[in-house]
């Protein structure tokens, strides 16, 4: 059975490359609904649980892809917000 593929809108997000897209794939989140339903931190959690090798740049990325924002403006301006906002989850877990 083949891989599912992203939907084209979420294929031509900036700041997720096949890598990531690939890492989003493994762990269920297939297009641009999915990302803005779960968040950047609840996906990039998502890719972690199911094993993605994901640094906090992907954690970044996603929020730029939901903002529209380059990651490298999302971790100099977000980064604070979003790292307690990871924290929280994670204890929440």
């Given at each position: 059975m083949p891989k599912p593929a992203f939907s084209d809108d979420f294929g031509r997000l900036p700041n997720l490359g096949p890598k990531s897209?690939?890492?989003?794939?493994?762990?269920?989140?297939?297009?641009?609904?999915?990302?803005?339903?779960?968040?950047?931190?609840?996906?990039?959690?998502?890719?972690?649980?199911?094993?993605?090798n994901a640094s906090l740049n992907l954690l970044w990325a996603l929020e730029g892809a939901i903002s529209g924002l380059h990651w490298q403006e999302v971790a100099r301006e977000h980064r604070t917000s979003l790292l307690l906002a990871l924290e929280d989850a994670e204890r929440r877990a």
């Open positions: 897209q690939a890492m989003l794939i493994a762990a269920g989140i297939h297009t641009l609904a999915d990302l803005h339903r779960l968040g950047s931190v609840a996906a990039y959690l998502q890719v972690k649980r199911q094993g993605g």
